[in-house]
């Protein structure tokens, strides 16, 4: 297999590596693609370093929906541009570029409302289930392939619109700022943007994955006084610590609800919880160890099944809220955290317990799969 990408002078396909998950539920392959050139409004990137998320693990192994494959799964990332379609002003090649799974169009109705960042022209919009965009610029092996999140950054190539795209400083490390793509900007944004914490109250976040952790990082820097970990897997509690944590609790350790568990703990509930886990059971819980009369619960976990709970909960004064990608316009607001990241004002360089080759990648999966890493970052081109 090429490495690098060969370009084709006449047709201006790139031909280059690779994941693609031809089926859900098997290991991604490594594979010779061909990437289609740039049409109009669309980038051509080169990705530098990509990071595993569990949105790709949703896909490949948990959605109900089983259509969306063949695809190339990834949406964190960073690479720079190597051409550009027709139409497009803003991008030009050599660009430091990050990718987003949440398009900014700043034209539709909810661009331009200041209380949503979910843009019209998401894929999101359209076709949740498969998680893909129909339209895709990937052949493998003479079959269409589709993109993921309207990204597909598990690829030495990539297409995206340039509403799914934002140029970032060009000192920034890539290999390091591929995680404000996805992970660390849902969760920090969760926290402040979404659950709007204040300074000195109780929180309690579940799941201690980098979305968790981000959302640990959003609670300290918004200036809790409490900021309870909740996780099943014990091994996260050191880490959560880095990121401001103070208190920890696994729910395995107690016979009781963990809602009962946080409301003892708490005097009646805590002021903001935040569901980083992406399971229905757990949302329930999150809303019910909130305090009655101002608590905030935030979904950020990924599910698509139904869940369940007692309007009672929300009826005596809680709220219950959701944020795709921690609230944050996301053209707007990737570079200014990256900013922030190069002003030492946020941590990143803490969620990285790993960097592989993009060859590796099954790894990367499987670690994320069992609790065994919290982002590994794939080193696909060099800068
Ligand atoms: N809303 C968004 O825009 C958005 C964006 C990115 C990711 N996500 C979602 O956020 C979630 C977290 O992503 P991640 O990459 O941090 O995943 P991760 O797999 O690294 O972390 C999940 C954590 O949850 C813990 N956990 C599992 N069951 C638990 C339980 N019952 N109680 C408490 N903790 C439990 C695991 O031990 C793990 O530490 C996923 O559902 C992902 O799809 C949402
Ligand atoms: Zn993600
Ligand atoms: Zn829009």
């Keep these: 297999i090429s490495t690098g990408g060969k370009t084709n002078k006449l047709s201006n396909v790139i031909k280059c590596k690779a994941a693609v998950a031809w089926e859900p539920n098997k290991p991604v392959v490594i594979e010779e693609i061909e990437v289609a050139p740039p049409q109009d409004g669309e980038v051509r990137i080169k990705i530098v370093a990509t990071s595993v998320c569990h949105s790709d693990l949703y896909h490949l192994f948990e959605n109900i929906h089983k259509d969306g ?7 964190e990332a960073a690479g720079i541009v190597e051409s550009v379609g027709p139409g ?30 979910v843009c019209e022209k998401s894929w999101s919009e359209i076709r949740i289930d498969a998680m893909s ?8 092996k003479g079959k269409k392939v589709y993109q993921f999140s ?4 598990f690829s030495e190539y990539t297409v995206v619109r340039q509403i799914n795209l934002t140029k970032i400083d060009p000192a920034a490390p890539l290999d390091k700022v591929c995680l404000l793509s996805c992970g660390i900007c849902t969760g920090y944004g969760a926290a402040v943007n979404t659950a709007e914490v204040k300074e000195g109250s109780t929180c309690a976040v579940f799941g201690l994955g980098a979305v968790g952790l981000a959302a640990v990082m959003g609670c300290k820097n918004a200036g809790a006084k409490r900021i309870i970990a909740v996780d099943t897997n014990p091994d996260k509690f050191e880490k959560a610590k880095v990121f401001g944590a ?7 350790d107690h016979d009781k609800p963990i809602s009962q568990v946080l409301s003892e703990m708490t005097n009646g509930g805590v002021d903001y919880s935040l569901e980083c886990v992406g399971n229905v059971e757990v949302m329930r819980s999150a809303l019910e160890s909130t305090v009655q009369g101002w608590g905030v619960s935030v979904i950020v976990g990924w599910n698509m099944h139904e869940f369940s709970g007692q309007p009672i909960k929300l009826i005596t004064g809680r709220t219950w809220k959701g944020a795709l990608f921690g609230g944050f316009k996301s053209k707007d607001g990737v570079p200014e955290m990256v900013k922030a990241y190069m002003n030492k004002k946020l941590m990143v360089d803490e969620f990285i317990t790993h960097n592989l080759t993009l060859d590796q990648i099954n790894d990367a999966i499987e670690m994320m799969k069992h609790g065994k890493c919290i982002r590994t970052v794939l080193n696909v081109s060099p800068q």
């Design 69 to 75: 494959f063949p695809v190339v799964l990834g949406h």
């Design 88 to 117: 497009v002003t803003e991008f030009q090649p050599g660009d430091k570029v990050i990718p987003l799974f949440l398009s900014q169009c700043k034209e539709c109705r909810f661009c331009k409302h200041p209380k949503t960042n």
């Design 133 to 140: 965009p129909l339209d895709s610029r990937f052949t493998c």
């Design 150 to 153: 309207g990204t597909s950054t």
């Design 246 to 252: 103070n208190e920890f609790v696994n729910p395995k």
